[in-house]
């Protein structure tokens, strides 16, 4: 922790590096439990979730946002803002950078710096689909298909471990490498079998949690590959541009969860509906929020096809902040 | 300065405490230069001046926003958050919160925190106060009236010095030991008679130059206050609730320059007519840039009218930032 002096009658301000916040925050059950919450939070008066704002540098190719929240459960409220560039000369992957401006909710100080390049918004982002997962897979899961090859990809395959320990994982990324790499390192945390496979098909076959975790601008999961009874959650896109999942996949399903259902008509997998084609799709379209709190039943049988679309809330950041800061200080 | 450790192959973040900031920047010509670049800027391919976040907490009455801008013309973009609550308990006045990152334009990597709790929104929203003055007021001006008992009335009639040295400032604010203390503080630093006034009447009544500078719900200044060949600036009016002039005023001017048309219509003075109302008077109304550039006359005779509508442009805190940041490395 740095502390930053500050004027006035205002406290000092602490500074926490990534890898302070990285020692005493990961992904496990209390980090998902207090993303839920923030969930539950977006049913209370007093909530403020404003839009995005996002900056977009056509010719760096780069990508710069903030997003906000406030929860009146929590004694603090965030900004974060987020950078993501294209890698730097010399380096294969781009780095992200980027940190989360903690204000006390009762004077509106700035009361501490996290530092975490990203690190959180991984976490919180694995951590909505984990609580998807608890909320509307099938309670028995034997394998898990997962499609891509980031970071987010061995940590969505982790966080649906913890909500259904699986045994198997087939894991397809768009090179083959890259679906190796994400088995070996998952090998390594959950007691599964992690096979990478050369087509969407064999991830899919057998598997009753699909996780999509791409920059896809084209779908890439449809409904022919996907068997009864499956979980998808979709956390690829959140841009206008990105789109991971077929629209017959979308309209054959029992029902569609949105963190978000205006955020994800936006940026998420329900923007490329036509006004009149979501308009049928509506009456299945329900908020992870109102799952969660049982205010509308989610899986009702075990042949149901459930998906999740996860675009991203200011309100994970603000939790998954608030969760860093009381374990940091 | 203080350094913060990064992690991977980023640099290290310099953070910059508000005494810092303060010790090497003020309201001088450079830095009023430094911010009419910033308003030429937005006609330059490759700006980005994403719409402002804004986080309204009615209960606690704060306010926090997030401003950007990318110029293509600096080495950085900035992301500022600052939030505005109530005062303290035991305080009398209410102290301004927050900080910008500024971002490196090649990289995306996070330069700077400038932690200068709104000490250059303060600055910058002066200096357009100035710019506005240099190209619109009359050359001649002996007196200006200031309406506002807050920082920015000092600071407004300190940047309108700069651009028209006067003899005479009358201060109206609604507590008369605002307007002494505007006064006071003011004779301490322009050559100039500086005199508190009881009616907004007698503030206008032959200044060449009115400053609005207050949080006023309802018109302060009408049509019947502003003797011919005036130029005023409205500053205060960033808020759909706020209003400074009255719709006559700005009926009745030459021309009406605001730093962006859009924002005004939604917090400025525009925002107060109705889309008919409005649409006749769009043909005098002009943004602050066509003005500086000369793509557009300003103040066409020494009777003319001149009105500026300041709401306050991400792309001044980007500019504002990095001067400083220049000033401070």
Known sequence: MILIPNSGTRKEIKAFTEDEIRNVVSLNVDFIDAIEEGFKDLSLPGIVTPPILQILLEKQEGQTCAKAGVSPRLPFYAIKVSSIFPPLKGESKSEANGLVALFDLSTGQVTALLLDNGYLTQLRTAAAGAIAAKHLAPSHVDQIGI????????????????????????????????????????????????????????AAAGSQIIVTATKSAKPLLNE???????????????APSKNELSQALLQNANIVV????EQSRTIGELAQ??????????????????????NQPGRICDNDITITDLTGLGIQDVSASCFAYQALV
């Open 224 to 238: 022919c590959l996907v068997d009864e009874g499956t979980h998808i959650t979709a956390m690829g896109s959140d």
């Open 258 to 261: 949105a963190d978000s259902v």
């Open 273 to 294: 509906f036509s006004v009149s084609a979501f308009s049928s799709l509506r009456p299945k379209v329900v908020s992870l929020t109102n799952v969660i709190l049982k």
């Open 147 to 202: 499609i891509g090859g980031g970071k987010q990809a061995i940590l969505q395959a982790r966080a649906a471990y913890i909500a259904r320990p699986y045994k198997r994982a087939k894991i397809w990324a768009r090179r083959f490498d890259a679906a190796q790499a994400v088995a070996d390192e998952l090998s390594s945390v959950v007691e599964a079998a992690c096979i990478p496979v050369a087509t969407i098909a064999e």
